[in-house]
């Protein structure tokens, strides 16, 4: 397993996928992406960092079954791996303990 550490986009994807549960497949990872971010996840880019996710451990995939409004093809779907779930948790603390750290910011979310 390559190293752990996270990547904001990384996370992002990694996040997304633990929220789709068991409907995450690349192409609604970049819809959920977009919906949460108002960014636009290009296809390629959530691919390579399902890839690097996957060669880190972090995920694990599998394909789906054919399905016949994809000509046939089978959807790749994506979980998330207990080391991601502790790769997540530990960004999380960190972040929070950086967030604590900021005079004069609150982490309930007012400034």
Same mark, same amino acid.
Do not use: Q
């Given at each position: ?24 497949? %690349? ?6 992406? !977009?919906?949460?971010?108002? =960014?636009?996840?290009?296809?390629? $880019?959530? /691919? &390579? ?11 694990? %995939? ?6 016949? !409004?994809?000509?046939?093809? =089978?959807?790749?779907?994506?979980? $998330?791996? /207990? &080391? ?28």
């Amino acid at each position: 397993m390559k190293g752990t550490n996270l990547g904001e986009f990384e996370e992002l994807v990694l996040l997304t996928i633990a929220a789709l549960i068991t409907d995450a497949y %690349s192409v609604a990872i970049c819809d959920e992406l !977009e919906k949460h971010t108002g =960014r636009a996840a290009k296809l390629g $880019v959530v /691919h &390579a960092v399902l890839n690097r996710l996957e060669e880190k451990g972090l995920v694990k %995939s599998k394909l789906g079954e054919a399905t016949s !409004e994809r000509g046939g093809k =089978r959807k790749r779907f994506y979980e $998330v791996s /207990h &080391a991601g779930k502790v790769a997540l948790i530990k960004a999380k603390d960190v972040r929070e303990s950086l967030w604590r750290i900021i005079p004069g910011f609150n982490l309930e979310g007012s400034i």
